[in-house]
């Protein structure tokens, strides 16, 4: 069953506190990203990985770090979170190589709030 | 970098009737035109793509449109039914050195009954 697992669903942490959202997935893809989805901007591109340890800055990095040790684990790490990344976070998997583009397979998504 | 822009922020239809989602992009290296849908609370899921180097794609209700030259794409979802109601995003990839997928802004579909 191909599948894209996040965890937590829903977390609630203070400003200034360090915060890890896990993504996991049983495809074998290459290519996994972190996105932020926030209401009337879309989802805005946080950082892709082509493989493990090799990971590229999307859009907005700004505040965020990644770590991508087996091919299957993609983790987001906010240190210090501000109250400005409340978001709705979704980690995607894809077989995109760097030479061709494919179809993403979505989370379900982490609810971040940062008070 | 790609920026998409999608025209339609919301969009109310009767069911059987079709309805039409338009998005531009800027980036004419882009090669691949994916559209997903989002169902409240969950995730987006892919529907229906289309690449560069064909101009209409067709999968059961849906239709997707390229103009390459306008830089515009669209989804065509023909005698739509109420479990069509979701958001659906267009999005495009372009190479940076990697494929990176820039989507737009959303369009939340209303099918009534």
């Known amino acids: 069953d191909m599948k894209v697992t996040q965890m937590p669903r829903y977390l609630i942490k203070r400003m200034g506190e360090n915060v890890l959202l896990e993504c996991g997935q049983d495809?074998?893809?290459?290519?996994m990203y972190w996105y932020r989805q926030d209401p009337g901007l879309g989802l805005q591109l946080i950082y892709i990985s082509y493989d493990v340890d090799s990971n590229s800055e999307g859009d907005i990095p700004k505040g965020y770090r990644v770590s991508r040790k087996k091919r299957e684990h993609f983790s987001l790490i906010l240190d210090s979170a501000k109250t400005n990344q409340t978001s709705v976070y979704f980690c995607?998997?894809?077989?995109?190589?760097?030479?061709?583009?494919?179809?993403?397979?979505f989370g379900s998504g982490t609810r971040l709030t940062v008070l | 970098g790609e920026k998409v822009e999608q025209h339609e922020s919301t969009l109310s239809v009767r069911e059987g009737d079709s309805a039409v989602i338009n998005c531009t992009y800027t980036?004419?290296?882009?090669?691949?035109f994916p559209w997903y849908k989002q169902e409240a609370g969950k995730g987006l899921h892919f529907v229906i793509d289309?690449?560069?180097?064909?101009d209409r794609k067709q999968s059961q209700r849906l239709i997707v449109l390229l103009d390459k030259k306008a830089k515009r794409f669209s989804l065509h979802i023909t005698a739509t039914q109420p479990e069509d109601s979701a958001i659906y995003f267009c999005?495009?990839?372009?190479?940076?050195?990697?494929?990176?997928?820039?989507f737009g802004s959303g369009t939340r579909l209303l099918v009534s009954p």
């Open positions: 999005a495009a990839s372009s190479w940076t050195g990697g494929y990176k997928v820039v």
């Open positions: 980036d004419t290296a882009s090669s691949y």
């Open positions: 289309i690449r560069s180097n064909v």
């Open positions: 995607a998997s894809s077989l995109s190589r760097r030479d061709s583009a494919e179809t993403l397979y």
């Open positions: 495809m074998s893809h290459e290519t």
